[in-house]
């Protein structure tokens, strides 16, 4: 079986080459990857390349294919797992093994890590490791783009699940977000940030009673309140509110007013910048977690931190990268319960655009680039759909499909698309 992928080979060396695939063993599946969101993770990856820490340090030798956020189909089952998985069944994989024998131990993951499986491919071999830590997840939903976004879905289910506060005259901690408590997002209305929003208010167990998202790009701030509006969130026990804080004379104090003067439990802190850390430990209360969600591109981070408060005030700072095959089976039946990932992409693509958009993705505006890996056609916004189809008929039917669904990507529009690509 050949398969056409971009792989790594080193630092900003992304190849997009056609290549033959072994056979599969007993305790491998082959299978056909349909679509893959490209991450900021894909970008930072590529530009460290060996030096990043899921990035085998021979890489130039073995390079591996690049993508983690993918969806597919299986094309045939090896004998092991017969009894688990069939030809024609969808999928979904968690890319975080946490798999010890892995190409570099347990950080190990397909995107980054292995030389035939990775979401920015046609065809791939799914390997024992990811078999046998249980990483392939039966999709059986509908379309295939919400499968690819359950595992962002699953990064933002799992840093909720990895704060925590303390039980007071024990050393007991308790996991988890504060139920009926105040939450900060601090700059978060990129595509993660719409993500946590979108878990928040769909979960069904617990929430927080106040919810603040702020950012300094005001039209972000815009569509994010038009995709998860403060209407709906009241519906769930939440008062939400989206703030620009770059329009604040004084953040922090605004801030903590909002709280009702007393701070917020949870913060979560999307953006690698020290200046929003220092707000986000500004702005914590007692028994306050800090989560430290967005990944810096280089190892030497830093940012100022109030120990007095870690002293006294009992302040906690967590940080995650990623979730666990139960987050990502978590997003997936979420997503049978109404939550639509939709609202995360902002452009979709073919496979021979994965290279400049990983390449430069933090220059290039929007939400999730969605790639589909057999076909050809060039990263187009969602919002120019209808300009390109004054020329085209396919977009002009891709913005009416769009329009019909308040402006998002949806399972229509991309059975048209999958069903109308030849003509792109």
């Known amino acids: 079986m050949k398969t056409k992928a971009v792989r790594l080979y080193g630092k900003d060396d992304l190849r997009l080459e056609e290549f033959e695939l072994p056979p599969i063993s007993d305790d491998e599946i082959l299978a056909r990857v349909v679509c893959d969101s490209i991450c900021m993770s894909s970008y930072k990856a590529s530009h460290q390349a060996d030096t990043h820490k899921r990035v085998p340090r021979d890489v130039a030798q073995h390079p591996t294919i690049i993508g983690h956020e993918f969806a597919g189909e299986i094309v045939a089952v090896g004998s092991r797992w017969k009894d688990e998985f069939h030809a024609g069944e969808k999928f979904s994989i968690q890319p975080a093994l946490n798999y010890a024998d892995g190409p570099v131990g347990v950080l190990s993951a397909p995107g980054y890590s292995y030389r035939y499986i990775g979401g920015d491919a046609t065809y791939v071999i799914i390997p024992r490791?990811?078999?046998?830590?249980?990483?392939?997840?039966?999709?059986?939903?509908?379309?295939?783009?919400?499968a690819s976004l359950s595992e962002p879905m699953s990064c933002v289910i799992g840093a909720m699940h990895a704060n925590y506060h303390l039980t007071p005259g024990s050393y007991v901690h308790s996991m988890e977000i504060k139920d009926g408590g105040r939450m900060a997002l601090l700059a978060s209305v990129g595509p993660m940030g719409l993500a946590a929003i979108n878990y928040v208010l769909y979960r069904p167990d617990r929430h927080p009673s106040l919810l603040i998202v702020t950012d300094i790009d005001q039209g972000r701030l815009d569509r994010a309140a038009s995709l998860y509006t403060p209407a709906f969130a009241a519906s769930r026990g939440i008062t939400l509110r989206y703030v620009n804080t770059g329009t604040m004379a004084d953040p922090v104090a605004e801030l903590r007013a909002l709280s009702g003067g007393e701070g917020f439990d949870d913060v979560f802190c999307f953006a690698p910048v020290p200046a929003v850390v220092e707000q986000a430990d500004d702005i914590l209360a007692f028994d306050g977690c800090l989560n430290f969600f967005a990944g810096p591109s280089k190892a030497p981070f830093k940012a100022p931190f109030n120990f007095y408060n870690v002293h006294y005030a009992y302040t906690h700072v967590v940080g995650t990268s990623g979730g666990n095959t139960d987050d990502m089976r978590e997003a997936l039946?979420?997503?049978?319960?109404?939550?639509?990932?939709?609202?995360?992409?902002?452009?979709?693509?073919?496979?021979?655009?994965?290279?400049?958009?990983?390449?430069?993705?933090?220059?290039?505006?929007?939400?999730?680039?969605?790639i589909y890996t057999h076909i050809d056609m060039p990263l187009t916004a969602i919002a120019d759909f209808r300009a390109k189809g004054t020329t085209h008929p396919v977009y002009a039917?891709?913005?009416?499909?769009?329009?019909?669904?308040?402006?998002?990507?949806?399972?229509?529009?991309e059975e048209y698309l999958l069903s109308h690509a030849e003509s792109l």
């Open 129 to 146: 490791e990811v078999m046998e830590q249980g990483c392939l997840l039966h999709y059986r939903g509908e379309g295939f783009f919400p």
């Open 333 to 370: 039946h979420l997503m049978a319960c109404g939550l639509n990932p939709a609202g995360l992409v902002t452009h979709v693509g073919g496979l021979a655009e994965v290279i400049p958009t990983t390449l430069n993705l933090p220059s290039i505006p929007g939400g999730k680039k969605l």
């Open 397 to 413: 039917a891709l913005a009416d499909i769009c329009d019909a669904h308040a402006g998002l990507w949806s399972i229509e529009a």
